[in-house]
Nanobody, 122 residues
């Protein structure tokens, strides 16, 4: 099992940028694929992005393609989500997640962080 802690969420104006971070403890993060999900008020949690064990493969939701970039630094046990051209509809609690493979973390993660709030104002 791995413990996940997100940070970096805050309020920002539309068009702005944010970088979320997720640090891991427990088993080394390099043994997991990692991902980001988000949940807006009144909506279900949705997949945002995922990255494979060593960062060679990534996957994105259509709604964030071309605007968000997921990356990882296994030496620092960290995963990042760079979010550019933010929109009000990106407002949500963002969660870090871990899973055995890219497809698993994108659908049924085995571990979750506590979330970090991102608010985008128009």
């Amino acid at each position: 099992q791995v413990q996940l802690v997100e940070s970096g969420g805050r309020s920002v104006q539309a068009g702005g940028s944010l970088r979320l971070s997720c640090t891991t403890s427990g088993r080394p993060s390099s043994v997991y694929a990692m991902g980001w999900f988000r949940q807006a008020p009144g909506k279900e949690r949705e997949f945002v992005a995922a990255i494979s064990w060593f960062g060679r493969r990534t996957s994105y939701a259509d709604s964030v393609k071309g605007r968000f970039t997921i990356s990882r630094d296994n030496d620092k046990n960290a995963v990042y989500l760079q979010m550019n051209s933010l929109r009000p509809e990106d407002t949500a609690v963002y969660y870090c997640a871990a899973g055995e493979t890219l497809s698993v973390v994108a659908t049924t993660p085995i571990d979750w962080g506590q979330g970090t709030q991102v608010t985008v104002s128009s």
